[in-house]
């Protein structure tokens, strides 16, 4: 197996392969969690490899290789900067692939965890070339999301300089990356969603509703960790990584 360090359209990555691997293998882009960086998710990486899939891990903005001097709350404040940037860096990361001939099909998923997962999901919503996806820790809805991170800071009594406009604005442009908006992606997509019910940073509550609603009877699935909270268990791993290579297939 083969871990090659690339810098694609100034994105840092890691590109995990093997030598019988042709243009027509599959690919999975795997984005990292918040304060975590592409290194991380190795073990994702190995798995999907050792089965035959092609795997980048790219460094987000402002994470691994392109970590600036920011305080925790700097970062927290660039949250959905980072993730919006992201999301357009993965179509980046598409193209590239067809541009080097790294890939010749549209055989390719996407997946990640906790703020990973909230990447996989905007995806979702705005590419049509996605084949399977695995969403760890993240959520349907960016203006719900959004809308909780603001209680939780105002319960920790931190105070935002923004007019109700400014807000408005904010959560009218997070708006065009809500997945729930998108119908029967559950149907046309197959994906599998991951989350443990005592999760506190992504709550539960931001993807189960929605796939009981939607998810029935459809090419989609959810796996319920009842203890975990947000960290992925081995389980979780083996199986999201066994969802994608065999949609992949």
Known sequence: MIVQKEVW???????VYNEQMTSE???VIFIHGFNSAKEHNLHYAY????????????DTYLHGERKENYSDMQMELAF???????VAEVNTIFQELHLKNILTTNNIGLAGTSMGGIVTS??????DWVKTAGICMGTVSYTKFAQYQLEQFE???LDFPMTEKERNDI??????YDLEDKQNILNSVPIMFWHGKQDTVVPFAMTHPYFEEH???SCSTYIVDEKAGHVVSREGMLAVTDWLVQHLA
């Not at 359209?9 to 590109?15: A, S, T, V």
């Not at 798995?47 to 790219?58: D, M, N, S, Y």
């Not at 959905?80 to 992201?86: M, P, Q, R």
């Not at 959560?171 to 065009?176: A, E, I």
Request: charged share 25%; proline share 6%; net charge positive.
């Open 9 to 15: 359209k100034r994105i840092p990555l890691l590109h």
């Open 25 to 27: 293998s599959p690919v």
């Open 47 to 58: 798995q999907l490899a050792e089965k035959g899939v092609r795997v980048i891990l790219p």
């Open 80 to 86: 959905w900067k980072i993730v919006i940037k992201t």
């Open 122 to 127: 905007g995806c979702l919503k705005i590419y």
């Open 155 to 157: 319960k920790d009594g």
């Open 171 to 176: 959560f009218s442009m997070l708006k065009q």
């Open 215 to 217: 998810g029935e009877n």
